[in-house]
């Protein structure tokens, strides 16, 4: 056996130790999981008629039916305050990605009322084909502790009826 404990030996055994005391310690941290998040709807419009609608960063409470108010703070990066329309909830986001030539915005939280962190989010349009967009919203977000279900029923709920509603706008 003492051929065996050689000082490389125990310079490994104690690595090994020190890994296996670093995962035991692993065990008791909470892990945090990003979650996603993509609703569609195809629109009857041009690609450039549908962007001209919701393109512009502020244009969401055109078309955002829980959207009362947007202002845009005149920073840059752009920034927009989105109060609700019953006034009871603020966001303000800020837009972190712009693209004319593909039809897209990113953006992301900087402060919510969602149970979510790290929420980043884009709108973009494509051509569908025969005067038919498709509209796509989707994100990434860490939803807190405990509100997993709660996060993704909210924005599920939010990108629906904001989907529907530009939909609508371009029903024949």
């Not at 709920?157 to 609508?168: N, V």
Request: charged share 20%; proline share 5%; hydrophobic share 40%.
């Amino acid at each position: 056996m003492k051929k065996y404990l050689n000082h490389r030996n125990v310079a490994m055994l104690m690595r090994i130790a020190a890994l296996a005391g670093l995962t035991q310690l692993g065990f008791n941290i909470s892990p945090v999981f990003a979650a996603t998040l993509s609703r569609s709807a195809d629109v009857s419009g041009t690609v450039s008629a549908v962007w001209s609608m919701i393109g512009p960063f502020c244009a969401i409470k055109d078309w955002l039916p829980p959207v009362g108010t947007c202002t845009e703070t005149g920073s840059s990066p752009a920034e927009r305050i989105l109060v609700t329309k019953d006034g009871k909830a603020t966001f303000i986001e800020m837009q972190t990605a712009r693209s004319e030539a593909e039809h897209s915005y990113s953006y992301t939280f900087k402060s919510s009322p969602l149970p979510v962190t790290d929420y980043t989010s884009t709108l973009k349009v494509v051509a569908k084909g025969d005067g038919v967009s498709t509209v796509t919203w989707s994100s990434t977000y860490v939803p807190n502790a405990g509100k997993e279900h709660d996060a993704r029923k909210a924005l599920t709920g939010i990108y629906e009826s904001g989907l529907a509603s530009i939909k609508a706008k371009f029903s024949k």
